[in-house]
């Protein structure tokens, strides 16, 4: 693995002519807006690419300009390229099964302090509240001009990760280049219309998800649950965890999302406990904020092996 400059990234999207983009599964408005944006950018320098993703695309975002170039797995079948190009990823298994189709070499552009460094070359800012900020970067460096659709993915892409310019990962330069973006076109209050807006499955799911609340470690751990059998339709369980995270008191708000009888997906979120050490610990990641992992077992299992880690960060 060689580590690149941005200098050194951009001299590899100048000598290559093909590229395949991806980002991790269970994609976010991180990734989504940093793949379209860059997309744009490389289509702009007369560059070949397709956009490959191994999981459903939340529909919220389909108000993202080139949305429809996104392809799944299926679609794209075998495909060699000069260069995949992995987006807003720590780890190889976080791209689902796009590794096996690809025949490239490979980029991988992230600002996750737990990225363990598992391609030909990588740019890593762990001090960017999102890969959309290295995205940015990346084209003002180029010289390249900033499109109102360019400016709007990236908006999307770290507005998103830094909770819309309110988390602990806002620094000056990402505010910044916030304002960039709106100087260039994006419209704050219709990105954050599109995103709040939820179906009524998924306000039920919440009215239900929060019942499930339950309280450990005298309030400084909170957990919500949502099994298999609560999902029906298309409901979102994306902002469900904010909840816990507001309570007074509690440190650490865990999501526990039951994907079969033997996997449940953790969301972490925290106000002082480094949970990316929490998720590497059951082979995730994060950031010392926000951070997950997958614990094989069943939600009474997973939710013993988390407490077991937690409670003795939080002083239990
Ligand atoms: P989430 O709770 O899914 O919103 O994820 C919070 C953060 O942890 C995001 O930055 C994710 O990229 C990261 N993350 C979530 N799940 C995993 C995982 N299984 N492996 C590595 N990183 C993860
Ligand atoms: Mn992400
Ligand atoms: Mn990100």
């Known amino acids: 693995m060689k580590t690149v400059t941005e200098a050194e990234v951009l001299a590899l999207i100048k000598e290559n002519r093909s590229f395949v983009l991806t980002a991790h599964v269970s994609p976010d408005g991180d990734s989504l807006g940093s793949l379209l944006a860059l997309y744009e950018f490389l289509t702009s320098q007369g560059k070949q690419v397709t956009i490959v993703l191994d999981d459903i695309l939340p529909p919220v975002y389909r108000i993202l300009p080139h949305w429809e170039a996104i392809r799944s797995v299926d679609e794209v079948g075998r495909i060699n390229a000069d260069l995949l190009i992995i987006l807003d990823a720590s780890t190889a298994d976080r791209i689902g099964r796009v ?9 991988n552009i992230d600002h996750h302090v ?4 598992f391609t030909d070359h990588r740019w890593l800012d762990a001090d960017a509240a999102a890969t959309g900020e290295l995205i940015y970067r990346l084209i003002e460096k180029a010289k ?4 109102k659709e360019m400016a709007i993915n990236l908006y999307t892409a770290i507005a998103t990760d830094c909770g819309f310019f309110r988390y602990a990962n806002t620094k000056p330069a990402t505010m910044r280049i916030g304002a960039e973006l709106l100087a260039h076109g994006a419209e704050p209050n ?11 499955n998924t306000m039920r799911l919440t009215v239900r998800a929060l019942q499930t609340m339950a309280f450990f470690a005298e309030g400084k751990i909170a957990i919500i649950t949502v099994t298999k059998d609560m999902l029906a339709n298309d409901e979102s369980t994306d902002e469900l965890i904010t909840y816990p995270r507001k309570i007074e008191g509690v440190d650490v708000a865990v999501m526990l999302k039951q994907r079969d009888d033997s996997s449940v997906k953790v969301s972490m979120r925290s106000r002082t406990v480094d949970v990316s050490q929490v998720a590497l610990q059951f082979g995730g990641g994060g950031h010392a904020r926000a951070a997950g992992c997958s614990i094989e077992g069943s939600i009474e299992e997973a939710r013993e092996k988390l407490l077991a880690v ?3 960060k939080v002083g239990e």
Do not use: Q
């Open 144 to 147: 390249a001009s900033l499109t």
């Open 310 to 312: 937690i409670l003795p």
């Open 114 to 117: 737990s990225n363990r460094g």
């Open 190 to 200: 219709v990105i954050a219309e599109a995103l709040e807006t939820v179906s009524m």
């Open 99 to 107: 590794g096996e189709i690809v025949h490239a070499p490979t980029l």
